[in-house]
């Protein structure tokens, strides 16, 4: 099973709204409502943001949303702040098992 | 609180095998199952595999289902993975979480991972 496709960085300024893509197949993102989105900062264990495509999990901040089109899910981040510097991880469902996404490192300039 | 409390560090040689622990508390640990994913140095994460407590189904990653066997102990809340024939490349750092009754459910509490350094 291939890891899903993201980019390898994003970037964006304090108060701007970023997306991060992530690319499947019609046999995982494609075919399941079951993408999650995680955060993960260095040293840190990830944590959900995102679960099922676009609900969030209580505590998580109303800024952060998922969505999905065909074989690619995004998540957008709205109203950028400097702690949302981090890794994130996309995660699909294929069928048999769960792939990640290869990370995308948000930078806040 | 929920907590979920790993095993130390383990130092092994390749051929060798490990197990790591990975403690739950702060919820009935028959309700929920637990995932490991691994982390190699400087990488992004791999899904390693699932187990449900309540009745003992896993799901293993294709790539290391042949070397990885995941357990569980309800009396003590403690869910185990073992992963045997190690080689270099499974150098990383280990995590469990807590997850839904499904392979395919989000982790919502996760451990503090566990370093697994694979060197002759």
């Known amino acids: 099973q291939s890891a899903l496709t993201q980019p390898a960085s994003v970037s964006g300024s304090p108060g701007q709204s970023i997306t991060i893509s992530c690319t499947g197949t019609?046999?995982?993102?494609?075919?399941?409502?079951?993408v999650s989105w995680y955060q993960q900062h260095p040293g840190k264990a990830p944590k959900v943001m995102i679960y099922e495509g676009n609900k969030r999990p209580s505590g998580v901040s109303n800024r952060f949303s998922g969505s999905k089109s065909g074989n690619t899910a995004s998540l957008t981040i709205s109203g950028l702040q400097a702690e949302d510097e981090a890794d994130y991880y996309c995660?699909?469902?294929?069928?048999?098992?769960?792939?990640f996404g290869g990370g995308t490192k948000l930078t806040v300039l | 609180q929920v907590q979920v409390v790993q095993s130390g560090a383990e130092v092994k040689k390749p051929g060798a095998s490990v197990k790591v622990s990975c403690k739950a508390s702060?919820?009935?640990?028959?309700?929920?199952?637990i995932t490991w994913v691994r982390q190699a140095p400087g990488q992004g994460l791999e899904w390693v595999g699932w187990i449900s407590p309540y009745n003992g189904n896993t799901n293993y990653a294709q790539k290391i289902q042949d070397r990885v066997t995941m357990t569980t102990d309800t009396s003590t809340s403690t869910a185990y993975m073992e992963l045997g024939s190690l080689r270099s490349d499974d150098t990383a750092v280990y995590y469990c979480a807590r997850s839904g009754s499904y392979p395919q459910d989000a982790s919502d509490f996760w451990g503090q991972g566990t370093m697994v350094t694979v060197s002759s």
């Open positions: 995660c699909s469902y294929t069928g048999s098992g769960v792939v």
């Open positions: 702060g919820y009935t640990f028959t309700n929920y199952g």
């Open positions: 019609s046999s995982d993102v494609g075919s399941y409502d079951l």
